[in-house]
């Protein structure tokens, strides 16, 4: 499927998460632009954890005129609304990664092939919120990065 198609064809599952953003814009005094929509576009339709190098290049695969500094400044504007985390795995790279509002998860990333892979474990919860409550914590969030070598890298 070309491009524009995927494009065409996601256009209703981000109204909303688009919406969101333009409400915020306004709130800073910023506008929506048609670069903004399409780097929204492009990485809510994309899978896994982009860095700014490859969001970059399938954004220019679309619209070529959309500069590099747009699309860093766009996606630090998404973090600061909630709308993506930046992601740290140890290579040096910021990634990004959709806000799972439905779900929690965590990650496991090989030091080789630099592949995540994103899991969820019950019993690693239960665990956690054991260990918090054995320390009179109270837990408000984590995050459990796991770093070794995957299948095809062992």
Do not use: W
Request: one cysteine or more; a positive charge.
């Amino acid at each position: 499927m070309a491009a524009r198609k995927i494009h065409e064809v996601r256009r209703a599952d981000t109204t909303a998460l688009k919406e969101r953003f333009r409400q915020f814009l306004t709130e800073l005094g910023m506008r929506m632009t048609t670069q903004r929509d399409l780097i929204i576009e492009v990485f809510f339709r994309a899978k896994g954890h982009l860095n700014i190098d490859e969001l970059y290049q399938q954004i220019r695969q679309i619209q070529p005129g959309t500069g590099y500094a747009t699309i860093y400044r766009t996606m630090k504007l998404l973090v600061k609304c909630g709308l993506a985390v930046e992601r740290h795995f140890g290579d040096g790279q910021t990634r990004y990664e959709h806000v799972p509002h439905d779900t929690h998860h965590d990650h496991m990333i090989c030091l080789k092939c630099g592949s995540i892979i994103e899991f969820f474990n019950p019993e690693i919860e239960r665990l956690q919120d054991a260990v918090a409550s054995q320390h009179h914590f109270q837990l408000a969030h984590h995050r459990l990065e796991m770093f070794g070598y995957c299948k095809n890298c062992r």
